[in-house]
């Protein structure tokens, strides 16, 4: 399953182009992970660079500030074991698992579209309900 992109447009210096350069930012999902890309329209030819799960921060910040700040959180009572498993196979700390259920139940997680539809995903999968909504 694939999801559209967010996109964002930050600014590029690469030293070919004239001042205002822009690229853009996205994220997606595909195949169950996150993706995300920089594409930058270079007067010497197209520069794309491209990853898997966590962005740069400067992508993730872009996408945050652009496109919104999502929340994710738990619908109700859940199964909080199912919640941890999927915690920690996303590969949160056994430390930072805590805050991060506490985080579900209360106000939310906050994070990118993407991210935050991935886990929401994720969670989906174990049989765990979740709402997500746009905002702080």
Known sequence: MTTFPDEAVV???????PPGATATV???IAY?????????????????????DEPPPEVRQALLDQCGVFRLRLSGITSRVAVMKVLRERG???SGIAAMLTALTEQGVPGTEMELRLLSMRLDGAGVITLSREGP
Do not use: K, Q
């Open 92 to 94: 949160t700390a056994l």
């Open 26 to 28: 996205s994220e997606t």
């Open 32 to 52: 169950g992970r996150l993706h995300w890309s920089r594409h930058h329209a270079c007067t010497d030819g197209p520069v794309l660079e491209c990853g898997r």
């Open 11 to 17: 600014p590029v210096d690469c030293g070919s182009c």
